[in-house]
Nanobody, 115 residues
Framework: QVQLVESGGGLVQPGGSLRLSCATS????????MGWYRQAPGKQRELVAT???????NYADSVKGRFTISRDNAKNTVYVEMNSLKPEDTAVYYC?????????WGQGTQVTVSS
């Protein structure tokens, strides 16, 4: 069974930082586009950022300049470094792996930005 194992969520004050991690298998990581999505209460799931197997990145406008997605090929892990966090960044963050018609999701990790 394919797994995307997320970690790194938690409670942080506005203006703070968090780093989320998502580890998967080598066979997935080497060819899939990896990404992060989030879903706030009462809202639809939305894109945060993606990174292709070749390293090309894409960001939602709401996080550009504050979030950075990266991948460690040796560890089969994708990260998102989140800086200058705002209360509106509060959501469950999901790791995603996508290739052709295959779409894989992690279990989600809660990020809460509050004073």
């Amino acid at each position: 069974q394919v797994q995307l194992v997320e970690s790194g969520g938690g409670l942080v004050q506005p203006g703070g930082s968090l780093r989320l991690s998502c580890a998967t298998s080598r066979s997935i990581f080497s060819i899939y586009t990896m990404g992060w999505y989030r879903q706030a209460p009462g809202k639809q799931r939305e894109l945060v950022a993606t990174i292709s197997s070749g390293g090309s990145t894409n960001y939602a406008d709401s996080v550009k300049g504050r979030f950075t997605i990266s991948r460690d090929n040796a560890k089969n892990t994708v990260y998102v470094e989140m800086n200058s966090l705002k209360p509106e960044d509060t959501a469950v963050y999901y790791c995603n792996a996508r290739f052709s018609s295959v779409d894989l999701w992690g279990q989600g990790t809660q990020v809460t930005v509050s004073s």
